[in-house]
C-alpha cells in the first residue's frame, strides 16, 4: 500500500484541542461557548471525511495510507499518526457523532441547569482529541498515550455532579482503567518492544510484528503478552474489569453516551482489536491457538451481562449492561479470525456506536421531559413521547440483530464466521445472546406503547423532550436504518481491512 505524508490528521487532533481551549475561554458566554463546541466539531469531522477518498480502496478511492512522524523516542519507539482503512471506521463515526452529542448535550445541560458547563464542554471536546488520536496512532506507544488522555479527560465528566456517588463512579473509573493500563499494557508494551525492536502496528492484518523465530522461542510469553492486552485494553468491558461501565452510569446522560458508544468503550475495543490484527495478526494467533480461547473467553461476557441487564429496572442500568455485552461481540468477530467473522467484528464499532448513542439520547430525553429512570414507570409514555420511544424501538431492533436495522449486518457476519470457523459452539452462544437482548430489550417498547400508566398517574403534562434532543437521536435512530439497509459504505473500508 502507498504511504504519503500529510498533515490532516494532526490538524483534526488540533481543532478539538483547540475547541477545549476556546470553550474555557468562552466560559461566562454560554451560546457562544457552545458555538465553539460545534464549530470545533464540524470542523474535525470536515478534516476526518476529507482523507476519505484518500484512504477508500480503488476504484472509489486512491486506496493510500497516511503518516505523519512527529518525534522519535528510541529507535522502532516514536510518536506517528498513521490513518488507514481501519483508523478511519472509528474516526469518520466518532467525530460525527460528536456534532450529533454537541446539539444534545446543550438542550439536556440546559434543560437541567446543570452546573459546570463549561468544564463539561471543555472535557468533552479533550475525550474526542484523545479518542480520535487512539484511531490514528502509529504504533502501541502512540496508541497508549492517547488512551491514558482519554482515561484522564473522562474522569471529570463521570464526577461531574460532584456528589458521594459521583465521586465513588469515578473513582472506580480511574482506578480500573489507569490500574489495568498501567499494570498490563505497559509491562506488555516494554516485553514486545524487547521481542520485536519496534512498536509500530504491522501493515495488514495477517502477519503481526513476531518473526517465526521469537514465536517458536517464545510461544509461552507471546501468549502471555497477549492476554495483558486483551485484559489491559479494559475500556474494552471484558469481565471481569468490567465493573466501571455501570458504576460510571452516574455521570450526566450526554456522558454515558459519549462513555458507551463514541469515544472511551469504543477506544477500548479499538485498541483491542488494533493489537490483535496488527501487533500478533491472524498467522500469530492461528500458531499459538489464541483465537477460539478468546472468543469462548469473550462469549462469557456476552451472556452473563445480558443476564445482568435482564434483571436491571434502571434504563440507564440496563443500558450499561447492554453495552458490556455488544462489546463483546466485536472481539468475538475478530477472535474467530476468519475473514467474515472479522468483518463482523469491525464493522460493529459503527453500528453499535449508532445504536447506542441513540438509546442512551433517548434515555436522556425520557428523564429531561419527565424525571423518570425506572423502566417500570414508563409504562403508557410512548403515547407522550412518541418520536423519542419510536427512536428507542429502532434503536433497540438493532441491538437485537433485527433487520433492516444495523445491528442485524453484524448478527449476519458474525453467524458466518463462526460457520465458517465450524464453530457451531458460537453460533449457540450468538443465537441464545440474541434471545436474551429480546428480553431485555423488547419490554421497554412493549410497557412505553401499550401499557397502561400507574395507578392515579396521569401523563396529561407530558411532552417530548426540547428539539436539540430530539432532532440528534432522531438523526442518529434513522442512520441506525439507513446503514442496514446500505452497508457498503463502511463495509468499504471493512473489506479493505481484511484484504
Known amino acids: 500500500m502507498e504511504t504519503i505524508v500529510s498533515i490532516k490528521p494532526l490538524l483534526a487532533l488540533l481543532v478539538a484541542l483547540a475547541g477545549s481551549v476556546m470553550v474555557m475561554l468562552s466560559g461566562k458566554k454560554p451560546n457562544i461557548r457552545e458555538a465553539w463546541s460545534f464549530v470545533a466539531a464540524i470542523t474535525m469531522f470536515g478534516i476526518i471525511a476529507s482523507m476519505i477518498p484518500t484512504i477508500l480502496p480503488a476504484p472509489l478511492g486512491l486506496g493510500k495510507k497516511i503518516l505523519l512522524p512527529l518525534f522519535k523516542i528510541l529507535p522502532g519507539v516514536s510518536v506517528t499518526l498513521r490513518v488507514d482503512a481501519f ?127 521469537v514465536i517458536d522461542a517464545h510461544g509461552l510469553l507471546v501468549t502471555a503478552l497477549y492476554v495483558c492486552c486483551l485484559l489491559g485494553f479494559a475500556k474494552n468491558g471484558v469481565m471481569p474489569f468490567h465493573n466501571w461501565l455501570p458504576g460510571a452510569m452516574v455521570a450526566p446522560t450526554p456522558v454515558s453516551a459519549l462513555l458507551h458508544a463514541v469515544a472511551v468503550v469504543k477506544v477500548g475495543v479499538f485498541s483491542t482489536t488494533r493489537v490483535m490484527l496488527y501487533v500478533f495478526g491472524v498467522d500469530t494467533m492461528n500458531a499459538l491457538h489464541l483465537g477460539m480461547p478468546t472468543a469462548y473467553f469473550v462469549s462469557f461476557t456476552i451472556l452473563m451481562a445480558s443476564v445482568i441487564a435482564l434483571s436491571k429496572d434502571n434504563l440507564k442500568a440496563r443500558l450499561a449492561y447492554s453495552t458490556v455485552s455488544q462489546l463483546s461481540y466485536i472481539i468475538l468477530g475478530v477472535a474467530l479470525l476468519t475473514p467474515t467473522g472479522i468483518e463482523g467484528g469491525i464493522i460493529h464499532i459503527a453500528n453499535h456506536a449508532f445504536s447506542k448513542i441513540t438509546l442512551f439520547f433517548c434515555a436522556g430525553a425520557i428523564y429531561v421531559a419527565t424525571h423518570k429512570k ?126
Not at 102 to 120: C, W
Not at 154 to 165: G, I, K, R, S
Not at 382 to 402: V, W
Not at 414 to 433: F, H, K, P, R, T
Request: hydrophobic share 55%; net charge neutral; with cysteine.
Open 87 to 213: 483508523s478511519m471506521i472509528f474516526a469518520v463515526v466518532a467525530s460525527f457523532l460528536w456534532i450529533l452529542a454537541v446539539f444534545y448535550s446543550a438542550g439536556y445541560m440546559r434543560g437541567l441547569q446543570e452546573h459546570a458547563q463549561t468544564r463539561f464542554n471543555a472535557c468533552f471536546a479533550l475525550a474526542l482529541f484523545g479518542a480520535v488520536g487512539v484511531a490514528f496512532s502509529d504504533n502501541l506507544f502512540t496508541m497508549y498515550l492517547f488512551y491514558e488522555i482519554v482515561s484522564i479527560c473522562t474522569y471529570p465528566l463521570v464526577a461531574h455532579h460532584q456528589d458521594e456517588e459521583g465521586y465513588e463512579g469515578a473513582k472506580k473509573y480511574i482506578v480500573y482503567l489507569t490500574t489495568t493500563a498501567k499494570g498490563l499494557v505497559l509491562p506488555a508494551m516494554i516485553l514486545i518492544y524487547v521481542l520485536t525492536g519496534s512498536l509500530d502496528f504491522a501493515d495488514n492484518i495477517h502477519t503481526g510484528i513476531f518473526s517465526s523465530g
Open 374 to 499: 425506572n423502566i417500570s414507570e414508563m409504562s403508557g409514555l410512548g403515547r407522550a413521547m412518541p418520536f423519542t420511544f419510536a427512536a428507542f424501538a429502532i434503536a433497540s431492533l438493532s441491538m437485537i440483530g433485527a433487520p433492516p436495522v444495523a445491528g442485524f449486518v453484524t448478527k449476519w457476519y458474525l453467524l458466518n464466521g463462526a460457520l465458517d470457523a465450524g464453530q457451531l459452539g458460537i453460533l449457540v452462544i450468538l443465537l441464545a445472546s440474541t434471545l436474551l437482548n429480546v428480553g431485555y430489550f423488547a419490554p421497554v417498547t412493549f410497557k412505553a406503547f401499550f401499557g397502561k400508566p400507574p395507578a392515579g398517574e396521569v401523563y396529561t403534562g407530558i411532552k417530548e423532550a426540547p428539539l436539540t434532543m430530539v432532532v440528534p437521536l432522531m438523526i442518529a435512530a434513522i442512520i441506525s436504518v439507513v446503514i442496514g439497509i446500505y452497508p457498503d459504505f463502511i463495509m468499504n473500508f471493512v473489506k479493505a481491512v481484511v484484504r
